[in-house]
């Protein structure tokens, strides 16, 4: 594993599941960890935590995001960039499983804000401080779901836009789609940029969901700390060095899905995502 003393590891959703055992287990290793989540009450607590059972030299910090809320994703990214001239890792993990459709205060289905175009925001905002640092990573966590998602980039943004298990499956194919147009655009840069399917894992993400489902869910699946390690191994492995552009199924490398290889679609996709957050 890399040294992490001193690095800068900003982890999104840290605050519970995938999230909070990724920036728990950065910070063991004694890592400079921005934790975000969208509340700032339960979010500070939860970093004291952290801060409690970290390794000696490890900072732990909290900034509050809703990725649902373009406004405060630029406002989150603009307090990192005043604490941190460079960022070493970024770990795009937060995201959501909603049962049914609904509204960003910015106009856009919830999904798709939460779960592209939120990240999408903030990745571009803190690309200055992962240039700034000397081999930054950016891990983003997709789903093997997303092989059976669509995407459609003139349905973001629109009434069409999918929701519900629907925007689910294709915002994680977006997630993929997002991540090899970032990697075929950092191509010359210091920065790395792949996509991971954690394995199934119990977590909060159905919370929506009924708890018969739910029951059966979490019963079955892997603990969130076996579930964040290959996310961590991205992060901070040597073994990962110089890898860009590339989908995980937990530890190993596989091959993206079909639809996810679909010519022209992740620069699409990219150009579309522009125009709706505003960075073109
Ligand atoms: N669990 C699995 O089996 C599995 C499998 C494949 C991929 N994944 C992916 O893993 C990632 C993490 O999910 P999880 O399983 O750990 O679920 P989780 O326990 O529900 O955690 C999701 C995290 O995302 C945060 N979040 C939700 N809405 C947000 C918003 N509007 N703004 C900012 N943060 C928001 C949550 O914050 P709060 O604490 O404030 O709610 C929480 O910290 C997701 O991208 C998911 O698609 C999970």
New binding site residues.
Partial sequence: MIDLLGRVCVV??????????TASALAGMGATVVM????RD??ER?AQRVREAAAPGAVVSFVQ?????LA?VCAAAAEIAANHHAIHVLV??????LRSRAE?IDGFE?TW???HL?PFLFTHQLLPQLRAADRARIVN?????GTVGRVVPADIGTPRASSGLRA?FD??LA?MLFTIELAARLEASNITANC????????????EWPSWIRGA?EWS??A?AS?AAPIVRLAASNAVDGITGCYFVRQRRAPYPRRARAPGLARELWARSEGLVGVR
């Avoid at 999104?12 to 055992?21: I, K, V, Y």
């Avoid at 995001?65 to 809320?69: K, N, V």
């Avoid at 991971?196 to 919370?207: C, E, F, N, Q, S």
């Fill in positions: 999104t959703g840290a605050t519970r599941g995938l999230g909070h055992a975000l989540g969208r509340d339960r979010g939860v995001l809703d990725l649902a809320s405060s795009n993990n937060a995201g959501v499983h960003s919830m804000a939460i779960n939120g966590v997709t789903s093997r779901f689910y915002t994680k997630n991971i399917h954690p394995g199934l894992v119990a977590t909060d993400l159905m919370r869910w699946l892997r969130p579930g």
